[in-house]
């Protein structure tokens, strides 16, 4: 391995990433190309925090100078099955095990793959060669360039020259970052397309799934000139790969010219897999799309700026896959796929700012999380939302011309759109004053509403909003967490016939602490705020206009859009549990679903609830009450959507049955738990998975599995093992987790530890889903105090282990957050990643507490109030 340099001071001082590659002095060499001039290594040191070698020359290296090399004959690590950078997989086919090797090395798993300067701002060009039998197949981020039979007992000591071994050298890639470098060798197969330039578009598969890449070549293509027109800035690539790996830890990743996929997020199969699915797969894939252009051709200079990558990708492929599939309505599932999410996480005190500094790499990988993604995401589609598409599209496209293959500070792209802002609307915006504020400091704002009936003034007053007002912020602000606000506003007069998609003519822009606003309705009416939840803050009305909002639900909710109608039901639920509003409002909205036939309100609504389902289901008394309730509440609407497809269902109407079908079930209505035990009993005696429709297979084998018997619940589980198909056997896994008996739920866990039969990419989900079962959270936690050394060292990566972590915040006694505190005491300085996701949990069982005190008295009032006493 040879790296070049570009010396740009002179030192004596070298600095070389590697993670787990033995090297010695004698191992490097580092001379000049030219001269041949060796530089003698006086000291090579090791720092394992920092993961590089330094190295130490007797001279100092010439400023300006390009024709320094550093050399390295050879250097080996173990392959291993971690998920972390060259790394091995395999799968069944035909009986035989088939082995390949992959990579994942973002955000900092170069160096474990080779040693290099595997920083972001490190751009360079890399010629990667690649070393293999000639049986398997080599793909890399750019296109073969030549094949040469090369003799194996020179690269492979165990094999002998008969074997046939060939090296494959691959064109020299763009400059670019060592993290979106890729590499596979496996024995997958292809199909490809090519477009009007001539590109080749291939996706990667083992042969048995091949036949379900159909969707994903089509959508390759489609996506990547999508972007192309839309930026206005060529794919700069002659070719894109795409790979499906049967082992992958996230759950995609977008390496330059080779995107490489979990298996169950590229393979569909439209007679097995839920709509949701197939809705998942183009949303991921739109999103590493997205990232060819920001991210890979223009890179942010530090891990700090992640949300530059990750934020706008998470946003932007809403309007890829609009594009593709304009009758999913993205922008509205957005407020309940993103929005809502980054709200929740957002609203504790122990967030942080999306721009926030990293040093090492578990600091780098904390912020792989909700508000780097999703609220970043939130906060570029209020930003697209307050200066239009046009000048977002244009400002963008400027911003990626002028960086091209070079790295930025997030104020250039503040800079970029401002110049657009002016040219196109010559009007003035310091967009940097405004996004400062919201990626700068953490959380977001309340808007507390009051009206002057005389006047017809409407008075807003910002507060930072916290799920638990009584928490002290983790970061200080030096903006006083104060934002300046687009604030959209609407009345029944001007909303009468509907919110309108485009909504920036309603921006009133908020400066101050308090502001008032004029309000161009009678005193009778009701007022919306925060039109199609374009924006990041939550909005408190007077209660008057609650309860007119209200009533217009009730009698017409058409009036306001789906996103409206969710965002209505998230705050007021958001409002309440923080003690801000009464119950008595979200519950009386929540009436009104029992005329609402749109996906997007009943996800939030059911979400919402979620959580005094999660509250209540595991001992309080008040369950029985509030399942009550929601059985009557989702009748209507599982009898509508009932358990069978139509002909006539739309993409969003699966949805929605799979979200009705599941609530209806855990609430315990009797139409819904029979049918689903029938469909059930019908499956086990075909043993035909195609018995039962995609879009309600997981609440069936939910249904289903808690009543097997330990032998019964064996048999299942060995037929998971039969299936190939990703989507059925995710399902599958879930609902193993829905046995009532507590020595299956524990012993689930133990096979979840054993990649003989889980593996290990699935691990987190088990434990997700045994916690999800009531009797399973306690068995949960038990198993991870009893084991957390074990389980630490064997999750992949960082991800995994924080959404381990997360899992826990659903208890609400003072004895679990005291057991959860000794937890986190005798483990300190070994949470690594997760430290951030322990302190939020325990932050959440301390909001849950307070919520069993006191909200939970007024939720029961209420339950008898309405007669669902039981």
Known sequence: MQVRLSINESTSNIKLHSDRIPLTAADIRV??????????????????????????????????????????????????????????????????????????????????????????????????SIVRKKSFKSISNMPSKRVTKVSSSDWFKEMSDSDQVEKEDFETTPIMSTYILAFIVSQFEYIEDTDAQLRKYRTWMRPELLSLSEFSLVAQKNFTQFYEAYFGVPFPLKKMDQAAVPDFNAGA???????????????????????????????????????????????????????????????VENIGLNNLRPDWNMDSQFVATKQMAALEVDSMGSSHP??????????????????????????????????????????????????????????????SLTRQYSESTNKSLDVGSVMDRWIKQMGYPVLNCSVSTAARRLTLTQN??????????????????????????????????????????????????????????????????????????????????????????????????????ARLLDDSFALASAGYLDYSIPLNMTRYLKSETHYVPWSSALSKIGYLHSMLHRQSPEYGSLSAYMRDLLEGAFNDVGLDNKDTDTHLTKLKREIIVWSACLYRLPSCKNAA??????????????????????????????????????????????VSHPGTQN????????????????????????????RKQDMAYVFASVAANPKGLEIVWNYLRTNWNTVKKKFPGAFTTSYIIEILGDFNSEQKYAELVEFKERHRGNFGSASRAMDQT???VRVNIDWMKTKLPRVRTWLIENGQAI
């Open 31 to 128: 001379f000049d190309s030219k001269s041949n001039k060796n530089y003698t290594i006086t000291r090579c040191m090791y720092d394992e925090e920092r993961q590089w070698y330094s190295i130490d020359l007797s001279e100092p290296l010439t400023a300006n100078s390009t024709d320094v090399v550093i050399g390295i004959a050879r250097f080996k690590a173990p392959l291993q099955s971690d998920l972390r950078g060259l790394y091995v997989s395999s799968y069944i086919e035909n009986g035989t095990t088939k082995y390949l090797a992959t990579s994942q090395l973002q955000p900092t798993d170069a160096r474990k793959t080779f040693p290099c300067f595997d920083e972001p701002a490190f751009k360079a060009t890399f010629d990667i």
């Open 253 to 315: 990743m977008e390496n330059w010219g080779l995107i490489i996929y979990r298996e169950s997020l590229l393979a569909f199969d439209s007679r097995k897999d839920r709509s949701s699915v197939y809705q998942r797969i183009g949303s991921v894939m739109s999103h590493e799309f997205a990232h060819m252009w920001f991210g890979n051709l223009v890179t942010p200079e530090w891990w700090d700026d992640l949300w530059l990558n990750e934020g706008f990708a998470s946003f």
């Open 354 to 415: 999306i721009y926030v500094e990293v040093h090492n790499p578990n600091q780098i990988s904390e912020i792989f999380d909700t508000i780097t993604y999703r609220k970043g995401a939130t906060v570029l589609r209020m930003l697209h939302g307050f200066v239009g598409d046009e000048v977002f599209r244009k400002g963008v496209g400027n911003y990626l011309r002028q960086n091209s293959y070079g790295n930025t500070f997030h104020t250039a792209l503040y800079d």
């Open 464 to 565: 930072h909003f916290l799920s638990d007002p009584s928490q002290v912020p983790s970061y200080p602000s030096d903006y006083n967490y104060m934002w300046i606000i687009p604030v959209t506003m609407g009345t029944k007069q001007n909303l009468s016939s509907g919110t309108p998609e485009d909504v920036s003519g309603f921006v009133n822009w908020m400066n101050e602490k308090e502001q008032s606003f004029e309000l161009d309705n009678s005193a009778d009416d009701w007022y919306l705020l925060n039109l199609r939840s374009s924006g990041f803050y939550r909005v408190n009305y007077d209660l008057d206009n609650w309860k007119r909002l209200i009533d217009q639900l009730i009698s017409n909710n058409t009036v306001f859009s789906p996103q409206d109608r």
């Open 677 to 722: 035990k029938e469909k059930f009993r019908g499956f086990v005696g075909l043993n035909d998975i195609a018995f039962i429709h995609p879009e309600i297979r997981r609440r069936v084998f939910c249904e289903g599995v808690s009543t097997l018997l330990l032998n019964e619940w064996d048999d299942f589980f060995d037929f998971t093992k039969t």
């Open 731 to 758: 399902d599958m896994f879930r609902g193993l987790a829905c046995s009532n008996d507590p020595l299956i739920l524990n012993r689930y866990l133990e096979f979840a530890m054993n990649e003989s039969k889980v």
């Open 842 to 844: 325990l932050e959440k």
